[in-house]
Nanobody
Framework: QVQLMESGGGSVQAGGSLRLSCASS??????????MAWFRQKVGQERVGVAG????????YYDDSVKGRFTISQDNAKKTIYLQMNNLKPDDTGAYYC???????????????????????WGQGTQVNVSA
């Protein structure tokens, strides 16, 4: 049974930093077959992918709203991905969800744009609040 466990959320002022972690376990296939990503959900809105990574190659894709400020990375030994968030803005506020899916074929950008809640595996989320 696949489990994704997010941590690291919290409250910060604008300009601050946070580092989210997503520890994964229970895959019945090779972990590096996955694309994994962080999605953000604001109140009353759908989840939007902000950063994705193809575990096998380490290739990444970022939404324009976070490019240059957020960095997604992986630790293969721990089967964990991270999201380093710098220069946070109030608009970054939301619940952040970790997701994994082996059906990305390495095209992280297309997978991130098409990935929906009914696809793959999801964690329970961690809240990020950024105040002005």
């Amino acid at each position: 049974q696949v489990q994704l466990m997010e941590s690291g959320g919290g409250s910060v002022q604008a300009g601050g930093s946070l580092r989210l972690s997503c520890a994964s376990s229970g895959f019945s296939y090779e972990w590096n077959w996955n694309c994994m990503a962080w999605f953000r959900q604001k109140v009353g809105q759908e989840r939007v992918g902000v950063a994705g990574i193809y575990i096998s190659h380490g290739s990444t894709y970022y939404d324009d709203s976070v490019k240059g400020r957020f960095t997604i990375s992986q630790d293969n030994a721990k089967k964990t991905i991270y999201l380093q968030m710098n220069n946070l803005k109030p608009d970054d506020t939301g619940a952040y969800y970790c997701t994994a899916d082996p059906r990305c074929s390495g095209d992280v950008r297309t997978w991130l744009l098409l990935h929906r809640i009914q696809h793959g595996y999801w964690g329970q989320g961690t809240q990020v609040n950024v105040s002005a």
